[in-house]
């Protein structure tokens, strides 16, 4: 007898973890359920694999991770279907994440030696009689623990650069996107089939929490900012370092001399992409006084033209069910205390979609402006000046991306944000610069994936000093003398003692 399942909520049934269309109800696939006990297992058998993958050195694993970067770039109309089949995201918005993916991919394989591999540091005066090295050695097992919202592009930027650093990577996707999570371990098993580099653990919050505790080297943590607790907690207990990708609630401010069209164009696609699902998605809209109105009527008709539905449509299905409780409640609150919907509203959550929705004058401490929503659904708020769109968009915990559109003080307002990226005159686009460091600041975690910085969080920095010569002042040996005592006195007062 087949289960009946609820569509989009995942199922456990004979040891399988059963996905589904949040869509539709329609089956994506099943994936076997591990045991939390067996994931120490898991680990280790990674370690073994590990100690391989790091002995191949970086053109090695650069070859192979180019590999399946071919693969996946060859196989992108698959793997979009799939991310669509379920999570219910549209095709499109897929194609753009796998873009990004397998950019980061072949960025990370790229780079990774000439940012990791070893060098030499310049030695100063003090201690020039030696030579300093420095290289970034694999932690060994990186753990990996990803969200659904994209289930390529999230896990991609932790693995592809933990990979490329050397180190093996266990990944526990999320229960509302395991296929998608076992398809890329199976396409890089397939473009590396030596040993087994990149797995994959399967089940709910549980295995999650036992990753924490599975004796990884590190953890890559990215989801919502109260889970993000829970696994620093775990980790906390074996001092397992940790990398935080948690939630946002990104601002885009509009100055006086901003191309208005421009700004509304990226506004709806920032706010309203992915249906509203995006960490960094535009939430917050703080647009200064004279050009508040005009701005206001840009967004609405460009977001009241989107389509709603399951196939094709701009906006797909809110794909974890429970999430339409959340926005449901952030609409009502924000009308309820004066708010005014000027496009969508109350009657918006309809399941298992959410038609477009953008709020005005909401006050700043109601659900909508202070809470993630991740629906597609949008604040906007008139402000006297950039200094108080500033001040609004920095009132929150949370720090994560940004936007701001304006000509003259775009950078300035942008360099003041108190978060860990934004985007002058576009929305998101930080996300596929792989050049760029992404993560955030206050609840939104710390830490940085993509780039240099990403990938020197994948590697321990090990340096080394060698003596080149002997020393003509000896001070780190109890051989030193009161005379080289008094030289080095006066020596520091030279150096280091002038004004
Ligand atoms: P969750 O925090 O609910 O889940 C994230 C992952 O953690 C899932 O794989 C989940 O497994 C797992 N998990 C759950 N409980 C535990 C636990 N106790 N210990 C260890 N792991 C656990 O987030 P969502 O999946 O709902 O993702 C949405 C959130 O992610 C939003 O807040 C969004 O802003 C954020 N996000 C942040 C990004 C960033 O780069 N900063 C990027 C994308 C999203 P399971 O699903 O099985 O419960």
Redesign the pocket.
Known sequence: MTAVHVPGT?AIEDGQLVSTSPATGVEAGRVPVTDPAEVAAAVERARAAGAWWAGLGFAGRRERLLRWRSLLARRIEQLAALVHDEGGKPVADAVVEIVTAVEHIDWAARNAGRVLGPRRVRSRLILAEFSGHLEYQPYGVVGV??????PV??PV?SAAYALAAGNAVVF?????TPVVGQWLVDSFAEAVPEHPVFTAVH???????A??RSGVDKLA????????K??MA?CAESLTPVL?????KDAMIVDSDADLDAAAEACVWGALTNAG????GIERVYAVEPVFDAFVDKVVERAGRLTVGADDADIGPIT?PG?LDVIRRHIDDALTRGGRAVLGGADAVQPPYVHPTVLVDVPEDSAAVRE?T?GPTLTVNRVRDADEAVRRANALPYG?GGSVFGRERAVAIARRLRSGMASVNSALTFAGMSTLP???VGE??FGR?HGEDGLREFGRPKAITRRRARSLLPSMTFERTPGDVARLVKAVKLMYGRR
């Open positions: 995942p623990i990803g969200p659904w919202n994209y592009f999230t930027g526990k996707p999320s229960e509302y089940g709910l919050g549980d295995v999650g929490a990753l924490c943590f990215t989801g919502s900012t109260a889970t993000a829970k696994v775990a935080l990708e948690a939630g946002g699902q995006t960490c960094i974890m999430q993630e991740f994560l992404f993560g955030g939104s975690g994936i």
